[in-house]
Structure formats: structure tokens, C-alpha cells
């Protein structure tokens, strides 16, 4: 159960001394009232510290609130798990609606209604979905996600990713680092093995993702593509993943496959312990 900190800061003008707002004006400019500077300094007099206990909500929730944007979030990875490719990435566009409620012996039931962006493309798709997280004594399982969307296959990628693939089957020599890098660029010819990092880091995100979680994938840290034992095209990749919640960055290692016809099938997937210096994406 987290702990949430608010902080309330009273604040008063000098020369009562009594408190007379709590709040900042929003678009103050002193400089557009010099007369009353000296007088009405704003500053901080009494600091308090409010320790308030996390309930999980049930019933209708706000679309733009954090509940509903983390199970929209596992939607999104679910999505992508299911639908991925290098040349289809899915994140969430707008959550319209959003309930939970407790299902008794077995967790928290979502019941979401979203929209879901394909970036290559930038085309949009309405969904619907209901997401379980079960709950059971002494341990945490994956969230478990139901789906219906409307025109996914209006976005047809079997020529760029069967030219992908035949080019990488010939030559298995890939790898690259850093994706993006500091700057937030990716080359054009590295885009897909991004993509690709995505789509795969998603199978990681839904399998840890809880109610309390919302995870990004924030870096390929690097990546080599390894000798494929069949016709699938095979992939060591390095993840940075993010949780915003928890602002943790933890790396993961990931041996998967790839082909147009089969999609990714994750082999390995296994925490790295988490280092010094991964917060930094290196340049
Ligand atoms: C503040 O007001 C002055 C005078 O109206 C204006 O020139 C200045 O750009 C304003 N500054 C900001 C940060 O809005
Ligand atoms: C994506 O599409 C929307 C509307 O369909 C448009 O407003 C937006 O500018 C597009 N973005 C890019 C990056 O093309
Ligand atoms: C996608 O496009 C290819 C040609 O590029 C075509 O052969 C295939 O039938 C299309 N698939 C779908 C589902 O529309
Ligand atoms: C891999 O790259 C090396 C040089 O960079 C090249 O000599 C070799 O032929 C390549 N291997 C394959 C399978 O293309
Ligand atoms: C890839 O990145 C991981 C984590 O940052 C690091 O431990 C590993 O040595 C790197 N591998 C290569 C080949 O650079």
C-alpha cells in the first residue's frame, strides 16, 4: 500500500502575518504590478505535511487519472504483444471511460473503453477491454486482459516487414546501441530494431505489471542479433525499462524471435541487477 505525501503550503502576505490564501495566483507577474512588490511578498510560512493512505477506487474512475492511465497502459502492452511488429507500435491515445470493481475470491476487474495509436502510421483504433488483476494469497500474477478492437487490419505491413526480414535473414550481422539516443534520435535504417524493442519489452511490462505500476520502455540499451536456428530471425536486446510510479529504471535482457508470419516470441527474459549508472542513457 503506498504512501502518499501532500503538501499543503500556507502561505501569507507580510506585514499581518494572518494567512490570507493557499493557493499562488496563477499567472502572477510581479513586474506587472511594481506598486504592490514590496508589500505583498508572497512566502512561505507554515509547511503541512498530510499522510494519507491510497484506497483503491471502485466504480466509475477519471479517465485521466493515474488508476485509469495504468490499466490503460497494460492494455497497451498487451496490445502490443499481440499485434506488435517493426512496423506496428501501439501506444494509448485517450482512455474515454474507465470503472473498477472488486470481484470477490479473485482480484480487481477494469473495464475500459480506449483508443489506441499506431505510431508508424499515426492511425488510430477505438477498443474496449477488461483487465483482471487476480489476487491471491502470498503471491502476484500477471494482470489478465481481454480485447476487442476495431480495425486493426486496415494497417497492412507485410511488404516493409517481409523486406526486413529477408534482408536480416541474409545478413545476420545486426547490432546497434543506445535506441534512442540522448538526443531522442534513432537512424532511419535502426527504427524498426527499435520498434522491435518495444514490442517485445511489452511482453516483459504486461507480465510485471500490477495495479501500482506503470511502466515505459525508456531505452535499447543494445542490441545483437544472433544466429537464427530456423526461420526465425533471433535478437539479444539490452532494455531499459521506466516505472513511473516507483521512478525506478531497471534493465532487462531479452532473447526473442522474429518473422512476418510468426510475430515476436519472447525465449528469455531475465531482470539484470540493477547498476549504477542506468539511469543515464548514455550518448
Ligand atoms: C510581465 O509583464 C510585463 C509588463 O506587462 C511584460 O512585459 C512581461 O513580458 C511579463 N512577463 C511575463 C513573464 O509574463
Ligand atoms: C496524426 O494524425 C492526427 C489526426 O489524425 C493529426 O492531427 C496529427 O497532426 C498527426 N500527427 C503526425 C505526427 O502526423
Ligand atoms: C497486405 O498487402 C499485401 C500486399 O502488399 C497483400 O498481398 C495482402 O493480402 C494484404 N493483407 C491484408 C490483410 O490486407
Ligand atoms: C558479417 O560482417 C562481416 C564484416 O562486417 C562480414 O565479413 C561477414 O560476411 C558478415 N556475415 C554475414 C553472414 O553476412
Ligand atoms: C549491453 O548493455 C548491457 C546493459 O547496459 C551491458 O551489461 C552489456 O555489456 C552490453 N552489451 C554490449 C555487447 O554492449
Same mark, same amino acid.
Given at each position: 500500500? *503506498?504512501?502518499?505525501?501532500?503538501? &499543503?503550503? =500556507? +502561505?501569507?502576505?507580510?506585514?499581518? #502575518? @494572518?494567512? %490570507? ?101 499515426? *492511425?488510430?483504433?477505438?477498443?474496449? &477491454?477488461? =483487465? +483482471?488483476?487476480?489476487?491471491?494469497? #502470498? @503471491?502476484? %500474477? ?142
Amino acid at each position: 500500500m *503506498t504512501l502518499w505525501l501532500l503538501l &499543503a503550503v =500556507v +502561505l501569507t502576505t507580510g506585514g499581518t #502575518g @494572518s494567512p %490570507s490564501g493557499t493557493v499562488l495566483p496563477e499567472d502572477s507577474n510581479t513586474t506587472a504590478h511594481p506598486n504592490s512588490l514590496m508589500e505583498n511578498v508572497w512566502k512561505p510560512t507554515v509547511v503541512v505535511l498530510v499522510a494519507e493512505e491510497e484506497v483503491m477506487e471502485t466504480g466509475e474512475l477519471n479517465p485521466s487519472h493515474y488508476p485509469a492511465q495504468r490499466v490503460a497502459k497494460v492494455v497497451q502492452h498487451y496490445f502490443n504483444t499481440r499485434h506488435g511488429s517493426p512496423y506496428k507500435v501501439f501506444a494509448v491515445k485517450k482512455v474515454f471511460s474507465a470503472n473498477a470493481e472488486e470481484v470477490p475470491d479473485s482480484g480487481r476487474k477494469y473495464q475500459l473503453e480506449l483508443s489506441m495509436k499506431e505510431m508508424v502510421h499515426n *492511425t488510430t483504433v477505438a477498443c474496449a &477491454a477488461e =483487465v +483482471l488483476f487476480p489476487r491471491k494469497e #502470498g @503471491s502476484e %500474477s500477471s494482470p489478465q486482459v481481454q480485447l476487442s478492437c476495431e480495425d486493426i487490419l486496415k494497417i497492412n505491413t507485410s511488404a516493409p516487414e517481409e523486406s526486413l526480414y529477408q534482408q536480416y535473414k541474409l545478413n545476420q550481422n545486426l547490432s546497434a546501441h543506445n535506441l534512442p539516443d540522448s538526443y531522442g534520435h534513432v537512424d532511419e535504417d535502426q527504427e524498426p530494431f527499435w520498434h522491435l524493442g518495444m514490442v517485445a519489452s511489452s511482453f516483459i511490462m504486461l507480465s510485471e505489471s500490477s495495479e501500482n505500476t506503470l511502466y515505459n520502455m525508456a531505452q535499447v540499451a543494445n542490441l545483437t542479433q544472433m544466429a537464427s536456428e530456423n526461420e526465425q530471425l533471433k535478437f539479444d536486446y539490452h532494455v531499459l525499462l521506466h516505472d513511473m510510479v516507483s521512478q525506478e529504471i531497471i534493465p532487462w535482457k531479452l532473447v526473442f524471435t522474429w518473422s512476418p508470419s510468426a510475430g515476436v516470441k519472447v525465449q528469455t527474459m531475465e531482470k539484470s541487477p540493477n547498476c549504477r549508472h542506468c539511469n543515464e542513457p548514455k550518448p
